[in-house]
């Protein structure tokens, strides 16, 4: 269940349009048109999804791609009964609501609009449901099967696997945290905030009174960063705004986050001025048994983190460890870093009479200019007003292993609710009047 630009574009041309078509039309046919092992979609129906499908926009033969969804939408039905699921009316209005927001509406402002284009409540929440009660089949039926391993994390953060390429915006984000006790009142004080966000000024001055992110203390700008550095909510929103304006606030799960944007670039290719490396190098005194000891660190560590362990009883300038843009890397690091996978060695290099371990611990095209230059540390409240910073909150550092991690176990859900939904309807007994 996805809203795309199109869909919010259309939505606002509904509003403004003064539609006078009824939500459900008299004339309108109660007729089977299909069955689905016993179960019936009318023609009244049909009719429902092509409308909402026209708001949409959807880019396909309505008739048919209608057909195709209510066909599926039964079958997705019959697959939760059989499993014992169902919905909580709370389970179905958040279902409803977060729906809704993703055109930048609560619930009865985006019934409204749809009922303009003819589409009926009964409609959406019939929509809705089966996506909801679709959801929890696939993760009660699959859940346990799936394991993301750190090695496909690595993979699928990493500059060989294209993370980083793509679009890029230039953005200032004002990130509010929230807890379920405090979630209403930051959404109200977000609501109120986004109208007075008139300029780059204003969006500056409140980003420090309000934001919890790192960027704050540069009144929220992130600089330069790929659009798939923010989660798919925000992507969306942010990718229909234009220079110079501010989103509606989003919702992050343990935040509210409001964008402005900035800047847009189309590139999709990952140049070397977009890559930044987090290196380490640790010294070893030169010697007949400097490369012996290289060796067999070697052969003792898997990451950088491991070099920590190796040095301990070491003086503490003898292994350090950066983040840098490769274009600030000293060119004869750079050079061997450029032959290195990730956490691989190097130890070609030498530092006066002391032989240097080199070791890649990533190579990313998503941290901005500002999350490589500027430390990241947690403070406290700057005033009365201003949360505390929190370093894990604002997308300036690119997506972290857990969004990753849940980004492949929802690839890996979905793949298997495909396969699930082709063997249930290869199965279902489907007959149309």
């Not at 540069?218 to 798919?232: A, E, F, V, Y």
């Not at 901005?368 to 550092?397: R, W």
Request: aromatic share 4%; with cysteine.
């Amino acid at each position: 269940m996805r809203v795309t630009l199109l869909f919010t574009l259309a939505l606002a041309a509904l509003i403004g349009s003064g539609d006078p078509r009824p939500a459900m039309a008299q004339s309108a046919s109660f007729r089977p048109a299909i069955t689905v092992n016993d179960a019936i979609i009318t023609e009244y129906e049909l009719q429902q999804r092509q409308k909402f499908l026209e708001i949409l926009r959807v880019p396909v033969d309505i008739r048919a791609e209608a057909e195709k969804g209510l066909i599926e939408d039964r079958l997705r039905s019959q697959a939760a009964k059989q499993a014992g699921i169902t919905l909580s009316p709370d389970q179905l209005n958040a279902g409803m609501a977060e729906f809704a927001s993703r055109a930048n509406l609560e619930v009865e402002p985006f019934l409204q609009a749809i009922g303009q284009g003819g589409v009926a409540p009964e409609t959406y929440r019939d929509f809705v449901t089966s996506g909801l009660l679709w959801r929890e089949v696939v993760r009660a039926r699959f859940n346990q099967r799936i394991t993301v391993t750190e090695s496909e994390i690595d993979r699928a953060m990493s500059v060989t696997a294209n993370r980083g390429a793509g679009p890029k915006v230039l953005l200032s984000e004002i990130i509010m945290p929230t807890t379920p006790g405090t979630a209403i009142e930051m959404r109200d004080t977000a609501l109120e905030l986004v109208p007075t966000l008139r300029s780059e000024a204003a969006f500056a001055a409140a980003a420090r009174q309000y934001s919890a992110a790192p960027s704050r203390d540069r009144g929220g700008d992130i600089g330069w960063i790929p659009l798939t550095n923010l989660p798919p909510q925000a992507r969306q929103i942010v990718a229909g705004l234009a220079n110079g304006q501010v989103s509606d606030p989003v919702p992050l799960g343990n935040a509210i986050g409001i964008f402005r944007l900035r800047g847009i670039r189309q590139s999709q290719d990952i140049s070397q001025s977009d890559i930044s490396v987090d290196y380490a190098q640790l010294l070893i005194p030169g010697g007949a048994g400097a490369a012996a000891e290289a060796e067999r660190i070697r052969g003792e560590v898997d990451t950088c983190d491991d070099l920590y362990r190796v040095a301990r009883k070491l003086p503490a300038d003898r292994l350090t460890r950066e983040t840098r843009a490769l274009t600030q890397v000293p060119a004869d690091i750079a050079a061997e870093l450029a032959h290195l996978d990730e956490n691989e060695i190097s130890s070609a290099l030498s530092r006066g009479d002391a032989r240097v371990v080199l070791m890649l611990c990533t190579r990313r095209a998503t941290l901005s200019a500002s999350a490589i230059t500027v430390p990241v540390t947690a403070t406290d409240a700057a005033d009365g007003a201003a949360p505390a910073i929190d370093p894990s909150l604002g997308f300036a550092q690119g997506p972290n292993r857990d969004r990753v991690r849940d980004e492949l176990t929802d690839q890996k859900l979905a793949k298997m609710a495909e396969a699930y939904l082709a063997e249930l309807k290869a199965m279902a007994v489907i007959t149309r009047r």
